[in-house]
């Protein structure tokens, strides 16, 4: 039965914070034309739980792409949840994706939901090297989905290199064709205080932000906090301890942003050692990564993804621009955990009042009030100044 789209987005009180991105959804799932959605951001910030917790009764079709996997196997799995429909429409293994694409647009021309609901999670997985997944994507969408009025297209991938390139800046033939873009980021602060209270977890603010200087706003890493230990307790738990969760969470989490992952971490590695930034030419120096598009490409996507910032030396000239690293569990990973040498279990709780943590903090703190600007700026009531 059809029921009202506000009353079912109001029932979506389990999400923590994200009222743009509700919003937007909302606004797409009203909309009178197609929809045609991309939704990125880092591994572990809750992409597809955004997507599952709001849509996840309404999806007539859901696929997610598996990883180190080739075409055959990518086609396969489709091909299996496209059996999984619920019209009785049985389908063979298709021989390529566009044909894969012609057999989804005959199960969702079966629907008889009044808006047509479909979820590509981890796309960027399904574009195996010469594939022609995009090339199908593409007639799926210019070819059928866009000149119809119910389609709601939702993509959701961690590899945000990909993401960008291939759709949110293509210039092919999904050129300018996505209709909404939501990247996804971390919790603010406020985020934060609002999970761990939805958990029962009693932390004073300022536990809260000595949380948030090591790993960041990323609601899985939150998800881990147990309750009863102290921060100090938990970091130790899912860092330093032998076989901790989190230890080799870096290492996945760069490979999974971007493809070809060494140079990107080459990059992060130089700036985690320069509080205040690196200029182009000395990241180029210092990584031996040549001054051309290679570079330009790891800078812009590594600032789309919120891991760098770029901003103007003193002298305001653009060739001076300085990028610095603004990703606080990227900082607490160089700083901590490539090169513990102690291997002590306790590291964390032993190092209190240190002056190696004691020079973490201060400069973690700084980048922590960098990325709440905004949010600092509402509370002084100065929202209007520049």
């Known amino acids: 039965m059809w029921w009202n789209i506000n009353t ?17 959804l909302q606004e797409v799932y009203n909309s009178d034309v197609s929809e045609f959605v ?65 057999q989804l647009i005959t199960l969702v021309s079966k629907s008889p939901q009044k808006r047509k609901v479909i979820f590509f999670d981890e796309i960027p997985c399904m574009d195996s090297m010469r594939s022609g997944f995009i090339t199908a994507l593409e007639h799926f969408w210019n070819g059928w989905a866009c000149a119809q009025k119910d389609i709601v297209l939702i993509v ?64 899985y890493y939150l998800s881990k906090m147990e309750k009863g230990l102290s921060i100090a307790q938990n970091i130790d738990q899912m860092f330093f301890v032998e076989n901790a969760e989190l230890k080799n969470e870096f290492k996945n989490l760069y490979a999974a ?83 513990n040498e102690y291997n002590d279990k306790q590291f964390w709780s032993n190092s209190l009042d240190t002056p190696l943590r004691n020079s973490w903090a201060g400069y973690a703190f700084e980048i922590l009030t960098l990325l709440h600007i905004k949010e600092i700026k509402q509370a002084l009531s100065i929202a209007g100044i520049q």
């Open 156 to 219: 959701c991938g961690s590899a945000s290199s990909w993401m960008i390139n291939k759709l949110v800046n293509n210039h092919g033939g999904l050129y300018n064709r996505l209709t909404r873009t939501i990247h996804l980021k971390q919790f603010t602060l406020c985020e934060c205080e609002q999970y761990f209270q939805s958990r029962k977890i009693d932390l004073s603010r300022y536990h809260i932000a000595e949380c948030y200087m090591a790993m960041g706003g990323v609601p």
């Open 38 to 102: 991309a939704v990125y951001g880092r591994r572990r910030v809750g992409k597809t739980f955004l997507i599952r917790e709001i849509f996840d009764e309404k999806l007539i079709f859901d696929v997610a792409g598996l990883a180190n996997a080739g075409t055959k196997e990518h086609l396969v799995n489709f091909n299996i949840s496209l059996n999984k429909n619920n019209w009785g429409e049985t389908f063979s293994v298709a021989k390529n994706w566009l044909e894969a694409f012609e």
């Open 8 to 24: 079912f987005f109001d029932m979506k009180n389990n999400i923590i914070g994200r009222g743009k991105e509700k919003k937007i």
């Open 257 to 339: 942003l971007f493809r070809n992952s060494t140079d990107y971490l080459q990059v992060v590695a130089a700036l985690s050692k320069k509080m205040k930034g690196l200029s182009r030419n000395e990241i180029a120096g210092i990584t031996k990564i040549p001054s051309g598009g290679g570079l330009t490409e790891i800078l812009q996507n590594l600032e789309y993804c919120g891991f760098i910032r770029s901003y103007p030396s003193f002298d305001k000239k653009k060739r001076n621009v300085l990028y610095q690293l603004v990703d606080l569990f990227t900082l607490f990973y160089y700083k901590f955990i490539e090169k």
